[in-house]
């Protein structure tokens, strides 16, 4: 079943404009990682963000973790085509990682 | 490093026919996972294991389906007999350690069942 859910479904935004992207989960994590993926292909880590950090960075990504609110949001800054994909969350509990229904980002040129 | 390599690609065959998929992890990883991609249900786990032996198989939809690691460098699902709903991508992962957090994925197995 699925832990996370991402928000929006859908996004189009701008080359080098920034896309944000939400996920909510249920229960008690021991990390929380995010994926991305290209049409037809399998899932990139892309970050992880473990329970006690709130705030992880690496290139252009930036991701953030409210376990308070059981939510974390990715940061794609300055955003280009070759970032249009599929991003899932997953958050991770007893070794077991539970993907969101994924956002899916077109950067336009 | 080849990464996960996944076989077949691509599979079309008929409700009622053997399916059986094949994962072969990246060399030194203990951890190897299976999943299952729809527009439906999104990726769902179905089974994982640890040193070649079945962990956690509850996600497993039915008992047509079945997997197994003979060994360390090779494991397979199989779907029998299959039916249109098996439909899907089925994506084979492995990881270093059980406990070790980064997932890598294969390219996948495009699956249809007519």
């Known amino acids: 079943s699925q832990q996370g859910e991402e928000d929006p479904q859908a996004l189009s935004i701008q080359e080098g404009e920034n896309a944000t992207m939400n996920c909510s989960y249920k229960?008690?994590?021991?990390?929380l990682q995010w994926y991305r993926q290209n049409s037809g292909r399998g899932l990139v880590h892309l970050i992880l963000?473990?329970?006690?950090?709130r705030e992880k960075h690496s290139g252009r990504l930036r991701v953030t973790l409210d376990t308070s609110k059981k939510s974390s949001s990715l940061l794609i800054t300055a955003s280009r085509a070759a970032d249009t994909a599929s991003y899932f969350c997953a958050t991770d509990n007893d070794y077991k990682l539970s993907f969101g229904a994924g956002t899916t980002v077109t950067v336009r040129a | 490093d080849a990464g996960v390599i996944q076989s077949p690609r691509h599979e079309v065959t008929e409700m009622g026919q053997e399916v059986t998929l094949r994962c072969k992890p990246i060399?030194?990883?203990?951890?190897l996972f299976w999943y299952r991609q729809t527009m439906m249900r999104g990726l769902e786990l179905l089974i994982y294991?640890?040193?070649?032996?079945?962990?956690?198989d509850s996600g497993m939809p039915e008992d047509r389906f079945s997997a197994k690691m003979p060994n360390a460098s090779f494991s397979t699902l199989k779907i029998q007999p299959s039916e249109p709903r098996d439909s899907a991508v089925y994506f084979c992962?492995?990881?270093?350690?059980?406990?070790?957090?980064?997932?890598?994925f294969g390219p996948g197995t495009r699956l249809l069942v007519l």
């Open positions: 963000i473990r329970s006690n950090e």
């Open positions: 294991f640890n040193n070649n032996v079945p962990i956690d």
């Open positions: 060399s030194g990883h203990n951890s």
């Open positions: 992962a492995s990881r270093r350690e059980l406990n070790q957090e980064t997932q890598y």
């Open positions: 229960t008690s994590i021991n990390n």
